[in-house]
């Protein structure tokens, strides 16, 4: 079975601090990692795949498959940063299992 | 065309209505998904059709039923919904990039409050 599990509901930061939203996930497979970003009243966009390993709105995302995780950083917060993240898995079905989420405020 | 588009972005129905949800993708791709989104809680996967023919059914239950017309077009039509089916309904799409993967796309949702 596969499980994506983002430990913080909410995560509030100040403008210009550092952001890490944690994702940790369970798959026997080989993955393929995604985080998608919701902000208030839009559609769930992709934010990034770890097999491109590119840099969006200033946000990377590293796979450690040691560690089974995912997690998403940004050097220096903003407050158009303010979304509801979701790490999800996806697996050879094409299947997506979506994390919690995580709630981040970027207060100014 | 890089967008997945749903209507209606609102509805509202008594639990004797029978009512349809669409979505349309332009992108060529061959495989369609509707989720269901609760408030402050990740979607969840209803169905996925592949190349126009059901390949997943989550054990939904039968009042929701999908249609999918062609490539482009993916239906969820609506029968006797109970009041804890009003839910943010999502429609995805995907298709294989060279060199990325397959990556799905979403829509902006239906909004549908049964009563």
């Known amino acids: 079975a596969q499980r994506v599990t983002q430990p913080e509901k909410l995560l509030s930061v100040f403008k210009g601090a550092p952001v890490e939203l944690k994702c940790n996930y369970s798959?026997?497979?080989?993955?393929?990692l995604f985080w998608y970003v919701q902000y208030s009243r839009q559609r769930l966009q992709l934010l990034l795949r770890?097999?491109s390993r590119e840099s969006i709105k200033g946000f990377t995302a590293d796979l450690n498959k040691g560690e089974t995780s995912f997690h998403l950083k940004k050097p220096f917060a903003q407050e158009e940063d303010s979304a509801m993240y979701y790490c999800?898995?996806?697996?050879?079905?094409?299947?997506?299992?979506f994390g919690g989420g995580t709630r981040l405020m970027v207060k100014p | 065309d890089t967008e997945v588009t749903q209507t209606p972005k609102h509805l509202v129905m008594g639990m004797t209505n029978k009512k349809s949800l669409k979505c349309e993708q332009h992108?060529?791709?061959?495989?369609m998904y509707w989720y269901k989104q609760k408030a402050k809680k990740p979607p969840e996967l209803m169905f996925v059709?592949?190349?126009?023919?059901?390949?997943i059914n989550e054990s939904v239950p039968s009042r929701f039923s999908p249609e999918c017309p062609n490539s482009s077009l993916l239906n969820l039509h609506l029968h006797a919904l109970q009041p804890e089916d009003s839910a943010l309904y999502l429609c995805?799409?995907?298709?294989?990039?060279?060199?990325?993967?397959?990556?799905?796309?979403f829509g902006p949702g239906t909004r549908l409050l049964v009563l």
């Open positions: 995805a799409s995907s298709g294989r990039v060279r060199g990325v993967g397959e990556t799905q796309y």
């Open positions: 798959y026997s497979g080989s993955p393929e």
């Open positions: 770890h097999i």
């Open positions: 999800a898995l996806g697996n050879a079905g094409n299947m997506l299992t």
């Open positions: 992108m060529g791709h061959r495989a």
């Open positions: 059709y592949s190349y126009e023919k059901l390949s």
